[in-house]
């Protein structure tokens, strides 16, 4: 059973379960897009809690550094990154 879920209070977002349920089934690429921009829409609008902090990341890399890539969840990764 698939099912939308805020963990910390088992909380359930009953329209949210079905966007996603719509979503998993759908073949054409931009329903799919727009049902989970739904689905995102449902999710902000449902959270039971509000955002009150927002870290910003910084990074400063020499022009020695190649490949360096900042990720969106903020854990560096260096599989690719190299110094010449």
């Known amino acids: 059973m698939v099912r939308v879920v805020f963990a910390e209070d088992n909380y359930l977002v009953r329209e949210g379960t079905a966007a996603l349920l719509s ?5 054409e690429l931009v329903s799919m897009a727009a049902t989970y921009e739904e689905l995102m829409r449902i999710v902000w609008d449902e959270s039971p809690w ?8 910084l990074y400063g890399v020499r022009d020695r550094v190649k490949n360096f890539r900042p990720t969106p969840e903020a854990i560096v990764r260096l599989e690719q990154t190299e110094v010449t």
Not at 23 to 27: H, I, L, P, Q, T
Not at 51 to 56: A, G, I, K, R, V
């Open 23 to 27: 979503a998993s089934g759908e073949v």
């Open 50 to 57: 509000i955002f009150l902090y927002h870290q910003q990341d």
